[in-house]
């Protein structure tokens, strides 16, 4: 595991031990192996050579990445993986085995593979391909010289991928045409040195996203609009922003410049007054009135050229906002391609006949079979008023109850004779009053009493 005096051990340079596999400090055996040469040939030990290229390959890239660099070299390599004072003698091989596969390659071939109109103003940060190597590639060795620097392919473009995100993040992106000398100090976390930068740089001209022009001795950059857009050509329009940007940039500075001399002169004339010098005191303040001046009409022109700058910036949002409608409209357009109000109708009409078939054939399903007969309707109605009158007609069939008497609305006919009732009618009309009982009184049937 890694400790602080593990890493005091390493050699300056050195990969920390708690970075390196677990065989390093632990196996002997399998690392003299592994530091040792490779064979002339692959086919003389197929796993002998399989097994230290991947132990090696996969190494010194993860070395790369984790020290941020994009550019190797065999020497640096050989300083950075010395073991008890032993260094790999077959990394040369393993740096040639990742050249073929694409994974590393040759600065210079890496400049090769731009087109030299972009890259002819940093070739001069470039050294020429050495001789040894010209030579050696002329008689057929390719063996990687120590000094060569070669180029992590798959690092470069992380890097370039990086660069170009931390730009659309900066305020530096209101324009897509920028100061390298800004972009150079906007990256300096990012890239460690000049020719990392370049590199970053070359990369991103070769994926067609930045171009790089010289404007009066001083190299400017522009940017493509999108992650996935391709940059164009610097124009007019582009050099004229440029230039009005760094206008507003020289007026600001000279404004900041000025103030700080007005304030100047201010603290001088309260010098001067506190020892009493008068004139000196006046003098004092009038550099100071004329230096406000000055910057009153500087603030006059920054004003108009930031006026310009916001007016330009509003008409670039107005033409992305246009362009946006634009393809809104052509996709609108390619979709509604096949598609016609008589179309439309004729779909509507489908649909509804559909509909009525379908409903159709709901009510046949749901009025069942009825097995050849035909019913009128008007005369089951009269059958059922027929059945309705006789079932009124019916006597009502009561239960028998021998304790209670139920009565009806008519009143039975009496059981008793006339001279009975004529008997008990004089009886009652007695026992109210003495009414004198008449032959002449009509005769009145009465209920019976209970």
Same mark, same amino acid.
């Given at each position: ?28 055996? !399998? ?46 390599? *050989? ?16 740096? =040639? ?31 020429? %391909?050495?001789? %040894? ?23 470069? $473009? +992380? ?21 390298? &000398? ?22 991103? =001209? ?8 010289? *404007?009066?001795?001083? %190299? ?45 002169? %201010? +603290?001088?004339? !309260? ?7 008068? /004139? ?5 303040? $009038?550099?100071?009135? !004329? @230096?406000?001046? !000055? ?39 390619? &979709?509604?391609?096949?598609? @016609? ?8 009409? /489908?649909? /509804?006949?559909?509909?009525? @078939? *379908? ?11 009825? #097995? ?28 028998? #109850? ?6 009806? #609305? ?41």
């Amino acid at each position: 595991m890694w400790s602080p005096e593990r890493e005091a051990e390493a050699p300056a340079g050195g990969e920390p031990a708690g970075l390196l596999p677990p065989e390093w400090e632990e196996d002997e055996e !399998r690392m003299s192996f592994l530091f040792s040469a490779f064979k002339r040939s692959r086919e003389v030990n197929s796993t002998d050579w399989d097994s230290k290229m991947g132990f090696w390959a996969p190494l010194v890239l993860s070395h790369s990445r984790r020290q941020g660099v994009v550019r190797l070299r065999l020497r640096d390599l *050989q300083e950075a993986f010395q073991r008890k004072g032993s260094v790999p003698l077959g990394l040369a091989t393993v740096l =040639q085995d990742l050249c073929s596969r694409g994974e590393l390659q040759r600065e210079s071939d890496f400049m090769a593979s731009v087109d030299s109109s972009w890259i002819s103003w940093g070739v001069g940060v470039f050294l020429l %391909k050495p001789l %040894k190597w010209t030579l050696s590639n002329m008689l057929g060795d390719n063996k990687v010289p120590a000094e060569e620097v070669l180029v992590a392919v798959e690092l470069l $473009k +992380e890097k370039a991928e990086e660069v170009y995100r931390l730009y659309q993040n900066s305020p530096l992106s209101s324009h897509p045409v920028v100061a390298l &000398s800004e972009l150079s100090t906007l990256c300096a976390n990012s890239c460690p040195d000049e020719r990392t930068f370049y590199l970053v740089l070359l990369q991103l =001209q070769k994926e067609k996203r930045v171009t790089v022009l010289e *404007q009066n001795g001083e %190299k400017i950059v522009k940017f493509a609009r999108g992650p996935h857009a391709k940059v164009s050509p610097v124009n007019d329009v582009d050099v004229g922003v440029y230039q009005l940007m760094q206008s507003e940039q020289l007026l600001s500075r000279k404004v900041e410049s000025l103030s700080q001399e007005a304030e100047r002169c %201010k +603290e001088e004339a !309260r010098r001067a007054c506190r020892a009493g010098k008068k /004139q000196l005191a006046l003098r004092s303040l $009038k550099a100071k009135q !004329r @230096t406000e001046k !000055r910057i009153e009409a500087l603030h006059a022109k920054l004003d108009t050229v930031q006026g310009i700058l916001d007016r330009i910036y509003a008409s670039q949002t107005d033409q992305m906002v246009f362009n946006a409608y634009q393809a809104g409209v052509g996709a609108l357009k390619l &979709s509604m391609k096949d598609v @016609t109000v008589e179309k439309a109708e004729s779909l509507v009409d /489908q649909i /509804q006949e559909l509909c009525d @078939t *379908q409903d159709e054939v709901s009510q046949t399903l749901a009025g069942g079979v009825t #097995n050849g007969l035909d019913f009128d309707s008007e005369e089951l109605e009269k059958e059922l008023d027929i059945l309705l009158q006789d079932t009124t007609k019916e006597p009502l069939d009561l239960p028998d #109850n021998p304790h209670e008497t139920f009565y009806t #609305n008519s009143v039975p006919k009496p059981r008793i004779s006339d001279a009975e009732l004529e008997a008990e009618l004089e009886k009652l009309s007695l026992s109210e009053g003495g009414l004198v009982p008449s032959s002449k009184s009509p005769k009145r049937q009465l209920a019976p009493t209970v």
